[in-house]
């Protein structure tokens, strides 16, 4: 069993920045899952935003954030990160973390074993 806990979220201006954290805790090992992150804007379906390999050598992006977000991992801090620059109202949405055992990129939405609750991003105009 493995309990993700995001942090980091916030409200900030467009063209702004917000860096994402997601822990993980749990009798488990950290590096035997990929890693990603997702959201969700209200009145819309969860999508995919970002992935990363169990041992951060491979990542993933949707087209709308490809230039904008990076996402990474510590595995020594059972930690992924999302840093996101150049913010845009339509960012807005909440942010979750999920893993995925056993996979290889690119992640699916159904395919998570495990979700945060997580952490609401809210861009202003």
């Known amino acids: 069993q493995v309990q993700l806990v995001e942090s980091g979220g916030g409200l900030v201006q467009a063209g702004g920045s917000l860096r994402l954290s997601c822990a993980a805790f749990g009798r488990t090992t950290f590096t035997a899952y990929a890693m990603g992150w997702f959201r969700q804007a209200p009145g819309k379906e969860r999508e995919f935003v970002a992935a990363?390999?169990?041992?951060?050598?491979?990542?993933d992006y949707a087209d709308s954030v490809k230039g904008r977000f990076t996402i990474s991992r510590d595995n020594a801090k059972n930690t992924v990160y999302l840093q996101m620059n150049s913010l845009k109202p339509e960012d807005t949405a909440v942010y979750y973390c999920?893993?995925?055992?056993?996979?290889?990129?690119?992640?699916?939405?159904?395919?998570?074993?495990?979700w945060g609750k997580g952490t609401l991003v809210t861009v202003s105009s």
């Open positions: 990363i390999s169990r041992f951060g050598g491979g990542t």
């Open positions: 999920a893993a995925a055992a056993g996979v290889t990129l690119p992640l699916s939405r159904g395919g998570m074993d495990y």
